[in-house]
């Protein structure tokens, strides 16, 4: 079974760069392009999270699940917040840039929580 986890984890940490470079978008297209594909970015990573978060929920004792899950959701709110204010400092809200200045900071968040994730034994 911990072959098995090992496994699954390197599998994931191996596809994790070839899903999340920088350069998967054309930031010279229309702004509907580039917000399109910032989304379409951050849609790789989340579900490269979820797999590592499942993967991790079930592994764990209760104790360690509970507190996961509260950590988890504590992450998800902050995020959001966070992502809404770095991004209403450079674009008003409303405006053609907003979203996907904020699809980026998702995703960067995102990928630094995998890395969090990971460390979790």
């Known amino acids: 079974m911990k072959y098995t986890k090992f496994i699954l984890l390197l599998a994931l940490l191996v596809y ?3 899903t999340t470079k920088a350069d998967d978008c054309n930031y010279d297209g229309t702004q509907l392009e580039m917000t399109s594909c910032a989304a379409e970015n951050h849609d790789k990573v989340d579900k490269i999270l979820n797999k590592i978060y ?6 764990l004792s209760k ?10 959701r504590k992450w998800l709110k902050q ?15 409303g405006g053609s840039g907003w979203p996907m200045k904020y699809w980026m900071c998702i995703t960067e968040s995102t990928k630094k929580r995998i890395d969090e994730l990971n460390e979790i034994k």
């Open 54 to 59: 499942q993967e991790k929920m079930r592994s």
């Open 63 to 72: 104790s360690k699940h509970d507190a996961l899950r509260k950590q988890q």
């Open 16 to 18: 994790i760069p070839n």
């Open 79 to 93: 995020t959001k917040y966070d992502c809404e204010a770095e991004t209403d400092e450079i674009y008003s809200r």
